[in-house]
C-alpha cells in the first residue's frame, strides 16, 4: 500500500511538471495572473495563445511580418588622409540609416539571458525591412517571465519560412513579445477580429459617407448592426 501512494505521489509531481513546461492553451489574462503565472516555467511551450483582443495564434498559423517600427543608424567616419601619408584635413562623418522591426530578431532567442536582454533593448541582429510582407508560419511559441517567477509573463514566437528554407542565413525569426509585435503592426494576423476602435471610426466615417450621399441609410442600418457587438462588447 505503501509503494502505491509512493508511485502516485510520484507520477502526480511528473503531470505537475509537465503541467508547467507545456500549456495547451493560454489566455492574455493568464499571463497577468499571479495565481496562474507563478506556477508556470520559463521557456514553457504553448499550442494555443490568445490575444489582448481575443485573437487567436496557434502553433502552425500563417502569419505576415508588418511594417519595420525601429531604425539603425550607422555612422562612418573618415579621416581628412589619402594615400600612405597623413595629410592636414578634416575629417568626416557618413551616417546611413535602415528601417529595422523592433520586436522580430533574426534567429531563435538563445537562451533566456538573450530573451531578457532583447526585452532590454540591447538584442543585435533585427530583422530589417526586406522582410517586409513576407508570410511566415509560427514553428513555437513560448512563455517567459519579466523577471523572477513572480513576475507576469510575456510570449515569444518562433517564426519559420513558409516553404522551410531560411531568411538569408537564418533559419528563424523571433518575436520577442508577441502583444507588441502586433499592437505595433509589425506582426499582422490573418482573420484578425476587428478592435473597438476600429469599429467606431468604420461607423463614423460610414456616417459620413451617408451625410454626402455616398451610402445609403439602409446600409449604414445594416452596418452599425453588425458592429454594435463589437464595440458594446469591450
Do not use: C, W
Not at 85 to 101: D, E, F, L, M, P
Not at 112 to 141: H, W
Not at 208 to 231: C, G, N
Amino acid at each position: 500500500m505503501k509503494t502505491t501512494i509512493t508511485f502516485f505521489t510520484i507520477l502526480l509531481s511528473i503531470i505537475t511538471i509537465q503541467a508547467q513546461e507545456s500549456i495547451d492553451l493560454l489566455t492574455y489574462e493568464n499571463t497577468q495572473d499571479i495565481n496562474f503565472f507563478t506556477s508556470v516555467k520559463n521557456g514553457a511551450l504553448i499550442k494555443e495563445y490568445i490575444t489582448t483582443t481575443k485573437n487567436s495564434v496557434k502553433v502552425g498559423d500563417t502569419l505576415i511580418l508588418g511594417s519595420p517600427t525601429s531604425q539603425e543608424m550607422n555612422t562612418k567616419t573618415y579621416s581628412g588622409s589619402y594615400g600612405n601619408r597623413a595629410r592636414g584635413g578634416v575629417s568626416q562623418s557618413r551616417s546611413t540609416s535602415k528601417k529595422t522591426y523592433e520586436f522580430i530578431q533574426l534567429g531563435r532567442p538563445a537562451g533566456f539571458g538573450s530573451v531578457m536582454s532583447a526585452m532590454g533593448g540591447n538584442a543585435q541582429n533585427m530583422a530589417d525591412n526586406s522582410l517586409k510582407n513576407t508570410k511566415v508560419i509560427v514553428n513555437e511559441i513560448k512563455t517567459y517571465h519579466r523577471g523572477s517567477k513572480n513576475k507576469p509573463l510575456y510570449v515569444v514566437m518562433v517564426l519559420g519560412e513558409i516553404n522551410g528554407r531560411a531568411f538569408g542565413i537564418n533559419k528563424y525569426l523571433s518575436v520577442m513579445d508577441t502583444e507588441l509585435g502586433i499592437e505595433s503592426g509589425e506582426i499582422l494576423l490573418k482573420n484578425r477580429k476587428m478592435t473597438r476602435d476600429e469599429a467606431i471610426a468604420k461607423l463614423k466615417e460610414a456616417k459620413e459617407l451617408v451625410e454626402i450621399d455616398m451610402m445609403s441609410k439602409e446600409e449604414f442600418d445594416e452596418l452599425k448592426k453588425e458592429l454594435a457587438p463589437i464595440i458594446t462588447n469591450n
